[in-house]
C-alpha cells in the first residue's frame, strides 16, 4: 500500500495537535519533553512516558474506540509508557467512559486526568483557552456530502465494506456540482475519512471509508454546535401523547413530503427515553406554507411562537434522499437524527449516543 503525501500530512497535522493538547496539560516544571513517540517527564527520579492517542471531537463513540484499540494493545503495551487519550474537546459523556477504563485523558482547551500508577495525577479540570484555528472547515457543500456518504454507510452497515459511488452519483444525490464534490472528496481523503481505491482516474479509479466513526463525530459535532434559532413553525396540542401527534400528522399532511427527528424519530428506530415531549418533523423548504396550511385546518392545532409540542423545520431535498421508514412513518437518516440529538443535549444526547451504537454501528 502506498501512502500518499496527503497521507502523510494529516497524519503529522493530528499527530502535531495530539502532542499539543498532552504537553497543554503537563505543568512546565515536570519538564515535558516530546522524543518523537511519546512525552517525557521527570517526577521524583522516576521519569514516566505518555503515549497520546487522538481521537478527534471526543464524544463518547470516540472514547469507545479508544478503550477498544487499548484493549486490543494491551499486550504491546509496557509499564513505563502510559497511554493518554488526546482530543479537541474529550465530552462528559467520553470523559466518563474512559474514567471508568482506568484511562488518562487531556484535550485541547487545556482538560485533563492523568494518572501515573503509584506516583502522582494530574488534574486540569478548567477549561484554558484553546489554541485557534482548524486548518480542515466544513462548509455547507462538505455537509451535504458527509451526511449522504454517512447516510449510504448505515444502509450498508449489515452488507460489509461500503465502496463509494462515483463522483457523478454523489453530487446529484447531494446537489452539489460535480467539480466542489470532487474538491469536497478530495479533503476528505485528506482528513483520512476516506481514501482512493484502484486507478488514479478513470471508470476503475474508485473510493472507501477509511473511518466512517470519525466523520461522523466531526461532521455530527460541528452540525450540533451550529447555532439554530428556533423552529420553523409550532403548534401547540392539547394532548402529550407522541403517537397522538403523529397519527394527526400522517393524516394531515397526507400525500405530502415529511420525515421525523429528534427524539420522536429515535423512539421509532431505538427506544431510549420514556418520555418525548415534542415530535419535530422536517418538510422541504418549498412544501413549509402547504404543510402550515394544512395542519392549521386541524381543530386542535393551534400555531404558537415557541413551546410548542409539535415542530416544523424545513429541510435541503438531499435529506429526503435519505429517509427510511420505521414502524410506518418516514424518519430522517440515522446519522441525521444522531446530530439532532446532539443539539439537544442532556436525555436527547444519551438517546443519540444509544441511536449510534444500536442502530448506526461506528
Known sequence: MVISRYDKTMEVRENTASVSALLRAIPAELKPEWDGQVVRIRHEGREPAFRPLWIGEGLPADARRAVDELVHSASERTDDIIPVVTARRVSPGAREILEDSQLSWADASGRARIVVPGSFYIARLEQIRADAGRIFKWSAAADAIAETLLGWRVEYSERGPMPIEQVGVIAKSADVSVAHTARVLRHFDEQRYTAKTGAERGTSASRE???????????????????????????????????????????????????????????????????????????????????????????????????????????????????????????????????????????SAEAGEYLRETVIGF
Open 209 to 347: 471509508f477509511r473511518d466512517p466513526g470519525r466523520m461522523l463525530s466531526d461532521w455530527a459535532a460541528h452540525y450540533a454546535a451550529t447555532p439554530r434559532s428556533g423552529a420553523d413553525i409550532e403548534f401547540h396540542v392539547p394532548w402529550r401523547e407522541p403517537q397522538q401527534s403523529i397519527d394527526a400528522l400522517t393524516r394531515s399532511l397526507d400525500g405530502r413530503e415529511w420525515a421525523l427527528t429528534g427524539d420522536a424519530a429515535a423512539d421509532r428506530i431505538a427506544p431510549y427515553l420514556t418520555s418525548v415531549p415534542t415530535v419535530d418533523l422536517y418538510v422541504p423548504a418549498g412544501e413549509l406554507e402547504p404543510a402550515r396550511a394544512r395542519l392549521s385546518q386541524h381543530p386542535e392545532f393551534r400555531e404558537v411562537e415557541s413551546g410548542g409540542r409539535i415542530r416544523l423545520y424545513v429541510a435541503d431535498p438531499y435529506v429526503f434522499r435519505l429517509t427510511r421508514e420505521a414502524r410506518d412513518v418516514r424518519t430522517v437518516s440515522p446519522v441525521r437524527v444522531y446530530a439532532d440529538l446532539l443539539r439537544g443535549r442532556g436525555r
